[in-house]
């Protein structure tokens, strides 16, 4: 999922073909050489790519590890940065501060954009690809390309088109049967206004009073705020096709014998899918929620292109915060410290999923 | 249930929740059912781009009274005032357009060399280090790009390439991906051939351009489409590697920018035309080889 070429990982075909890759396959049998001076040879063809990936991917990854402990400013040879040991991480975990504040804002954001973000998805991309994968149904290949469009798409246009759609007097506000909402410059927690409705308007005192890295619990349960759930509107409305075509593959594979095994066992169409099909999907399923964290987690173009981080902080992500580090605090250590600790997050989440996964596959 | 007719190949495949039902009117319900949610499904990924393309031809006053409207109002009529705003002031997009192109053909034309002859090399050469070179690639496939921003930064600058086409280029380009897809490709060709050109006395090199290489030619059409796709759409890269160059942005670059540069009254007619520029090679290129990113994602989950 590294590295370039795609500007959404995860979300395109390129980034899916790369995890894919990623798992390995098992290697053909080892064989003899057969051309002259492989030894030489395979050592001339690897070294023009070897070369640009030790210079733009290992040493960078080095590099980030080692500026994180510096106080480079960006701007003066990161050799003249001076070292000051852990401090960006204790700045960024344990010390009181708009920096610590800004980290929990950006992690809470976060971490309600994949939680709304990754359920949604996998379900309506799943549901899709069920319907799709009807033989009685015509079409399939208008439907399927059109679900798809979106995903091959910059995210950068369809960024501008949803602020297009989202807008004051746009189309949502215009085709929802509601009162016009401001969408896109709207700090308001969605739990915030859920508790509004049934009358709880200011936090109970000690959700006000007690803090995690200098942000009330009242603001941790704040929920995403309306602008962020627009862009998870559009995050959702952009990946679908690529997952639905994943499990569309997923279920084609599916054995025709065993499906009609259980018909002929007298099983219903309701219960072979959730006896049969579900459960042999569950390594698709896995694998799509797999690629869902890892890239929600690292979500920026969308942020960048419609809400820079407002308002009022709520749309910030580590993502976008490793930005502003550098490029208008010129404070790359503090960048640095925040991308360790996103690839840590991003390390321990899928972890923790594949462990899940994993229990109640059992 | 066993009366269904096994219908050929993928058709048949899949689990048929509606298609298995026993009484006809309930198999037409639920088919009525799954076309409404197609259809409707169909309308949402499709309309904004249908809306936006319209738009781009209307005049503003218009677009503010009637933002769903695809036809432009009569009174208003149709204008060409959006795509003329695309070159003005500080907005270029010929500019971006123009860079665009060239990041991506070099960057594509780089990877379909490198990636070919490194894979080539780790899928059918024996050479001490392979496996450390194999290895290496595997891992940095994992790390997600974002996290590499700063330092790639720091490493554009210190080869001061900062600012320039080099610097939108030359990182792109070496990118493991392309390399486990051409290893994959070669891996899956024969021994037979190589073995018969090099007994009739050809060259390694030769044995790889004239025999191994075009017969790879499926695996090569697929990384340039999927290459050509990510690095057209590519944002974080251009926009770390050029900050201080308008003249060097990339198209969603400067689409990023654009709204900035406008502030309250947002001129919608040339920011969707920015946005149907920046989709439209895409979507040519999509509907005409479709085949190959369906194949490429769809490969991606079901193996296992």
Same mark, same amino acid.
């Given at each position: ?8 990982p995860a979300f395109?075909?390129e980034?899916?073909?790369r995890a894919?890759?990623g ?6 049998p080892g064989r003899a050489?057969i &051309?002259? *001076?492989?030894?030489?040879w395979?050592?001339?063809?690897? $070294?023009?790519a070897?070369i *640009?990936?030790?210079v733009f991917?290992v ?12 106080e480079?400013? *960006?701007?003066?040879? /990161?050799t003249?940065?001076e070292?000051?040991g /852990? ?5 960024l975990l344990f010390?009181?501060g708009?920096? !610590? ?12 954009y994949v939680l709304g ?5 996998t379900?309506l ?8 994968n009807?033989?009685?149904?015509k *079409?399939?290949g208008f439907f399927?390309?059109a679900?798809y ?9 369809v960024s501008?088109i949803?602020?297009?759609l989202f807008?004051f007097?746009?189309?949502i506000?215009?085709? &929802?049967?509601?009162d016009?909402?401001?969408?896109l410059?709207?700090a308001?927690?969605? &739990?915030?206004?859920l508790?509004g409705v049934?009358g709880?308007?200011?936090a109970? +005192?000690?959700l006000?009073?007690?803090?995690f890295?200098?942000?009330a619990?009242w ?5 995403p705020s309306?602008?962020m759930?627009?862009?998870m509107v559009l995050?959702i ?6 997952f639905?075509?994943?499990f ?6 599916i054995?025709t014998s065993v499906e009609?095994a259980?018909?002929?066992?007298? $099983?219903?169409?309701?219960q072979?899918?959730w006896r049969i099909?579900?459960?042999?999907? !569950? /390594?698709t ?6 690629? +869902?964290v890892i +890239?929600?987690?690292?979500v920026?173009?969308q942020?960048? $292109? ?10 910030l992500t580590?993502a976008f915060?490793?930005y502003?580090? &550098?490029f208008?605090?010129? !404070?790359?250590?503090?960048?640095? $410290? ?6 840590i997050i991003i ?6 999923q594949r462990?899940l996964t994993?229990e109640?596959?059992r | ?6 219908a050929?190949?993928a058709?048949?495949?899949?689990l048929?929740v ?8 309930? =198999?037409?319900?639920r ?5 409404t949610?197609l ?5 949402a990924f ?6 936006s393309s319209?738009?781009?031809?209307k005049?503003l006053p218009?677009i503010?009274?009637n933002?769903?409207s695809l036809?432009p109002?009569?009174e208003?009529g149709w ?13 270029r997009?010929? =500019?971006?357009?123009?860079?665009s192109?060239?990041?991506?053909v070099a960057v594509v ?7 070919s ?5 780790l899928? =059918?050469?024996?050479?001490i280090g392979?496996a450390?070179?194999f290895?290496?690639v ?7 790009a974002?996290?590499?921003a700063?330092?790639r930064?720091?490493?554009?600058k210190?080869?001061?390439?900062l600012?320039?086409?080099a610097?939108?280029i030359?990182p792109l ?11 994959q ?7 037979d ?8 006395g050809?060259s390694?090199?030769?044995v790889f351009w ?5 017969m790879?030619?499926p ?5 340039t489409?999927?290459s ?6 590519e ?8 900050p201080a160059s308008?003249e060097?942005r990339?198209?969603p670059v400067g689409l ?5 540069a406008f502030?309250?009254?947002q001129?919608w007619?040339?920011?969707?035309a920015g946005a149907?520029i920046t989709t439209l090679?895409?979507a040519?290129?999509f509907?005409t080889?479709q085949?190959?990113?369906?194949q490429g ?6 193996k296992?």
């Amino acid at each position: 999922m590294v590295v370039s070429g795609q500007s959404n990982p995860a979300f395109q075909t390129e980034a899916s073909a790369r995890a894919r890759l990623g798992r390995g396959r098992p290697r053909p049998p080892g064989r003899a050489r057969i &051309l002259k *001076g492989e030894g030489m040879w395979g050592w001339i063809f690897t $070294a023009p790519a070897l070369i *640009g990936i030790l210079v733009f991917l290992v040493l960078p990854i080095v590099f980030t590890v080692w500026i994180s402990f510096t106080e480079w400013n *960006g701007i003066v040879s /990161p050799t003249e940065a001076e070292f000051v040991g /852990p401090d960006n991480y204790q700045e960024l975990l344990f010390e009181d501060g708009v920096r !610590r504040e800004d980290f929990a804002k950006a992690l809470r954001n976060n971490l309600y954009y994949v939680l709304g973000v990754v359920p949604v998805q996998t379900f309506l991309a799943f549901l899709l690809a069920v319907i799709l994968n009807q033989r009685v149904l015509k *079409g399939k290949g208008f439907f399927r390309t059109a679900y798809y469009f979106p995903s091959i798409t910059s995210s950068i246009a369809v960024s501008l088109i949803f602020t297009f759609l989202f807008q004051f007097n746009g189309l949502i506000n215009t085709i &929802l049967p509601i009162d016009s909402v401001n969408w896109l410059d709207n700090a308001h927690g969605l &739990l915030h206004n859920l508790l509004g409705v049934f009358g709880v308007d200011e936090a109970p +005192g000690w959700l006000a009073q007690t803090e995690f890295m200098d942000l009330a619990l009242w603001e941790w349960l704040a929920g995403p705020s309306v602008t962020m759930s627009s862009i998870m509107v559009l995050s959702i409305w952009t990946t679908i096709g690529t997952f639905m075509l994943i499990f569309l593959a997923g279920l084609q594979s599916i054995s025709t014998s065993v499906e009609e095994a259980a018909a002929v066992d007298g $099983a219903s169409s309701v219960q072979r899918f959730w006896r049969i099909t579900v459960p042999l999907m !569950r /390594p698709t399923i896995f694998f799509v929620l797999t690629l +869902g964290v890892i +890239g929600t987690w690292q979500v920026f173009d969308q942020i960048f $292109a419609i809400s820079f981080g407002g308002p009022q902080k709520t749309t910030l992500t580590p993502a976008f915060l490793i930005y502003q580090s &550098l490029f208008r605090d010129s !404070r790359g250590g503090t960048g640095a $410290a925040i991308a360790v600790l996103l690839f840590i997050i991003i390390v321990v989440f899928t972890l923790i999923q594949r462990r899940l996964t994993r229990e109640t596959d059992r | 249930m066993t009366a269904e007719p096994l219908a050929p190949a993928a058709e048949s495949r899949g689990l048929e929740v509606v298609g298995l039902s026993k009484s006809p009117v309930w =198999r037409s319900i639920r088919k009525f059912l799954a076309y409404t949610v197609l259809i409707a499904f169909a309308l949402a990924f499709l309309y904004p781009f249908v809306l936006s393309s319209f738009t781009v031809f209307k005049t503003l006053p218009d677009i503010s009274a009637n933002p769903v409207s695809l036809l432009p109002a009569p009174e208003h009529g149709w204008t060409i005032e959006g795509v003329q705003g695309l070159d003005r002031g500080s907005i270029r997009i010929p =500019r971006w357009t123009v860079n665009s192109v060239v990041v991506a053909v070099a960057v594509v034309l780089g990877r379909v060399v490198l990636d070919s002859l490194a894979g080539y090399a780790l899928a =059918r050469m024996r050479f001490i280090g392979r496996a450390v070179v194999f290895a290496l690639v595997i891992s940095v496939l994992a790390i997600p790009a974002i996290v590499l921003a700063i330092p790639r930064f720091i490493v554009m600058k210190e080869l001061g390439i900062l600012n320039s086409y080099a610097g939108l280029i030359l990182p792109l380009v070496f990118d493991a991906f392309g390399i486990f897809l051409m290893k994959q490709f070669f891996e899956q060709l024969p021994n037979d051939l190589e073995e018969a050109a090099v007994i009739d006395g050809a060259s390694t090199f030769g044995v790889f351009w004239r025999i191994m290489l075009p017969m790879a030619a499926p695996g090569l059409i697929a990384l340039t489409i999927l290459s050509t796709q990510g690095v057209w759409n590519e944002f974080l890269h251009p926009l770390i590697a050029a900050p201080a160059s308008p003249e060097l942005r990339t198209l969603p670059v400067g689409l990023a920018l654009l709204r900035g540069a406008f502030g309250e009254a947002q001129p919608w007619n040339t920011i969707l035309a920015g946005a149907m520029i920046t989709t439209l090679p895409m979507a040519i290129i999509f509907f005409t080889f479709q085949r190959y990113f369906v194949q490429g994602v769809a490969s991606s989950g079901g193996k296992e």
